[in-house]
């Protein structure tokens, strides 16, 4: 009985300090307002550069402490997901433009106008200012815009006498002179072409190829288009692509495809960003970091096309409705895009970071970046796209497209677009074929989203 | 006097048993809510259309079941999972009992050899994948470079593509957990007593009847629970699986039912197709435990 009260005591005791403390503990956090941050620029330039001006923001805003995270693409989406399903999403997350759009007519993003008119809203770049906006709000605000390039190795073209290809036509023809046997065993050790075979990637290409054959991939009712002769165009040309690609391409992921380039087993990148410059300068010979031996081509024209399309990398920061504290999350955006603090950013992957605000993009301190006097001949490609309004997010053909068809992120994840273009290129079956398979999965898919107006 | 006793006595009992009901208490709400209530939610939710960001839901009955029955991705992610579990099971108890045999034998360095054979087992998943990635890379990879030096073959093979995935997978899933049978089977090996061999010598037995007759008996119980834990966990296998190819263009070919679930939930967006995925997975596993079970249970020495 003594022993029964004994530990009934002993019970009480532990209690009343676990509760003790957690009140003390609970009082000490009230005071600090916390800001969550997930990001998807894992470069450990980039970490680094958030780490820094986190820190900075911190000293000037001594109650708000910022937690930011950086997250691999894969991870971000089934985090954010698993985050709103439990009721507690962070205050700010990057994500996909038409993730973005989708989030927003869900009502699930807050505006982020205060920051824009912070930054100032002439001093934002227009082509920035069509993602992810409604009802002439803006809620996604691009960290950073790059497009995608046509990676080659100007040496090796330029000893063959290759000229920068108008059409698909032309970088067939490219690729399979670059496609080359330089040891003498009768088989080819660089091949002409390097794609990744990743799903993101495949849609990427896929929303491109099919805006430069001057097509589209659903209709003003929704409906999938991928039995259209221009897809069709564009799924022959990816499989005669194969002939200068390397073997097992479907299994190399993005950043295999930057290893064969400057690991000079391939010669053409088809899919190549900015942030290849970075790499080069990290992996390659010091005598070979320069554009005479890797330069940038604008892509080429399909068949029914009539002017070249790439995509453009630019997740917007989003504001995420039912987050603790969005009020101090737009004060640490506001702070990061203060030129002195998104100069440190951009600087960490200059080549492939376009900054959002023309003051920095004009600005003294972005052009003395000796990246960007390096590798200016990658920019002005980058930029003859972004203002020849040639470049579109994921899957994105018109910008109409992020606020007219929602389904887009589905479709993304679904793999749909993907298994269309391996079932051609890989597993030899006829274009039509993978097609019409293509067509009813989308199709199907659609349908169950609610959003079939056929 | 003895009927007061007993009373106390009695009170006493009733108290003990409220206070063990409440030290067990938080054990068993624990329980409750991090086992019992995802899985009820996740039936229920297979119940439901239920879009995996959107908190819109609505009531679909068994329309994702019947899906499922009818998505041929579904039932070729079924049959790729059986493929990697039948195999890779196969080969982990043959690998894994042949360097179990051959670590109870004493020889210099034993011990030494017995913590490096643990190895891949001990190492994270994410690492050992990474490693063999590299490894089986056909532009760049120590294994292609080394069988082309050795002749083996003309050219790279490549393993990540889609001909060879499924033999890669395959291979470094058994690599990664053969150790586990290498520590079951050696424990048990190590408790079988000598007299049993010593009279199967005296009975003139050679050494494979001594391992068929003696050996394998013996290993039996500890064989059964081998190979249902292994079925069990290498049939609901995410991690290896999905960090080969994280969604790349090959990821198609070595899709198994949990890829396949996590597929619908988080990229499909479809949360109540993902669930009944899952739920179908759990039952699958549930009828193949009872069939396992009638078939083996009932030898004696299980």
Redesign the interface.
Same mark, same amino acid.
């Given at each position: @009985?003594q022993r029964?009260e004994s530990?009934?005591q002993l019970a009480l005791s532990v209690t009343c300090a676990i509760l003790f403390a957690g009140t003390v503990a609970g009082a000490a956090v009230a005071q600090t307002k916390v800001v969550r941050v997930w990001h998807t620029e894992t470069d450990p330039a980039s970490v680094k550069a958030v780490a820094e001006i986190v820190e900075r923001f911190e000293k000037a805003h001594p109650d708000i402490k910022i937690e930011a995270e950086a997250l691999a693409w &894969?991870d971000l989406?089934?985090k *954010?997901?698993a985050a709103? !399903?439990a009721g507690a999403p962070p205050e700010l997350s990057h994500g996909q433009p038409i993730t973005c759009t !989708?989030?927003q007519q869900?009502g699930?993003l807050l505006p982020l106008d205060d920051v824009v008119k912070a930054i100032g809203e002439s001093n934002v770049w227009d082509q920035i200012k069509q993602v992810c906006r409604a009802d002439g709000k803006y809620y996604g605000l691009v960290h950073a815009a790059g497009t995608s390039l046509l990676i080659y190795r100007a040496d090796w073209a330029k000893q063959k006498g290759l000229k920068a290809p108008k059409t698909w036509s032309d970088l067939i023809a490219n690729a399979k002179a670059l496609t080359m046997d330089t040891n003498g065993d009768g088989?080819p050790d660089v091949y002409g072409l390097t794609i +990744? &075979?990743?799903?993101?990637f *495949?849609n990427i290409l896929v929303g491109e190829l099919i805006a430069a054959n001057g097509g589209q991939l659903f209709d003003d009712k929704n409906k999938p288009l991928f039995i259209d002769k221009r897809m069709i165009e564009v799924l022959n040309f990816w499989k005669e692509l194969t002939t200068a690609l +390397?073997?097992?391409? /479907?299994?190399?992921?993005y950043l295999?495809t930057f290893?064969?380039m400057y690991?000079q087993?391939a010669a053409m990148m088809f899919q190549g960003y900015g942030r290849g410059a970075s790499l080069i300068e990290k992996y390659v010979p010091k005598e070979m970091q320069d554009t005479d031996h890797f330069d940038v081509w604008m892509k080429p024209v399909g068949p029914s096309g009539n002017k070249p399309a790439v995509q453009v990398d630019e997740e917007p920061w989003m504001l995420l409705k039912g987050s603790k504290n969005p009020e101090a999350a737009k004060e640490f955006l506001k702070f990061f895009y203060k030129d002195e603090n998104y100069i440190e950013y951009i600087k960490s992957v200059p080549i492939h970071f376009f900054p959002i605000t023309k003051s920095l993009r004009q600005s003294a301190a972005y052009k003395e970046i000796p990246m960007v006097k390096r590798w200016g001949g990658w920019l002005e490609v980058q930029q003859e796209a972004l203002d020849g309004d040639l470049a579109k997010p994921t899957l994105v053909v018109k910008y109409e497209d992020l606020n007219t068809k929602p389904y887009l @992120?589905?479709v993304l &994840?679904?793999?749909i677009i993907?298994?269309m273009v391996?079932e051609t290129v890989? /597993?030899g079956k006829k274009p039509e074929e993978a097609a019409a398979k293509a067509q009813a999965r989308a199709e199907a898919?659609i349908k169950? !989203?609610g959003y079939a107006k056929w | 006097m003895h009927s007061s006793h007993r009373r106390r006595t009695a009170s006493v009992q009733t108290s003990q048993a409220r206070l063990g009901i409440l030290l067990l208490l938080p054990a068993m709400l624990l329980l409750a809510g991090l086992t019992l209530y995802p899985v009820l939610y996740g039936v229920w939710l297979s119940l439901h259309h239920k879009h995996s960001f959107f908190p819109q839901q609505s009531w679909a009955g068994l329309e994702n079941y019947w899906f499922l029955l009818a998505d041929p991705e579904f039932s070729e992610s079924v049959w790729r999972g059986v493929v990697y579990s039948v195999s890779t099971i196969t080969l982990q108890i043959i690998i894994g009992v042949g360097a179990a045999l051959a670590l109870n034998q004493y020889f210099p360095g034993r011990s030494l050899v017995r913590g490096i054979v643990l190895f891949p087992y001990v190492i994270p998943t994410v690492v050992a994948v990474i490693l063999w990635k590299w490894l089986l890379n056909n532009q760049f990879g120590l294994i292609n470079y080394g069988m082309v030096m050795l002749g083996l073959t003309d050219e790279p093979i490549n393993w990540m593509g889609r001909t060879y995935i499924m033999t890669s997978l395959i291979l470094i899933s058994v690599w990664q957990f053969f150790p586990f049978v290498v520590l079951a089977v050696l424990a048990r090996l190590q408790t079988i007593p000598t007299e049993l061999y010593e009279a199967a010598r005296v009975d003139g037995a050679g050494p494979l009847s001594r391992f068929l007759y003696v050996t394998l008996p013996q290993l039996a119980s500890v064989l059964f629970i081998v190979v249902l834990l292994r079925t069990i966990w290498m049939f609901t296998k995410f991690d290896t699986v999905w960090l080969m190819t994280q969604g790349g263009g090959a990821e198609k070919y070595i899709r198994t039912l949990p890829v396949y679930a996590y597929l619908r939930a988080f990229h499909y967006y479809e949360a109540g197709t993902g669930a009944a995925a899952s739920v179908v997975m759990f039952l699958l596993l549930v009828v193949f435990a009872a069939v396992y079970f009638m078939m083996f249970r009932r030898e004696e020495q299980l």
């Open positions: @009985m029964i530990v009934r &894969g989406e089934p *954010i997901q709103l !399903a !989708a989030l869900q699930l088989k +990744p &075979g990743d799903n993101l *495949i +390397p073997p097992g391409w /479907e299994g190399h992921g295999d290893a064969s690991g087993k @992120m589905q &994840g679904s793999g993907r298994d391996l890989v /597993e898919l169950k !989203a | -």
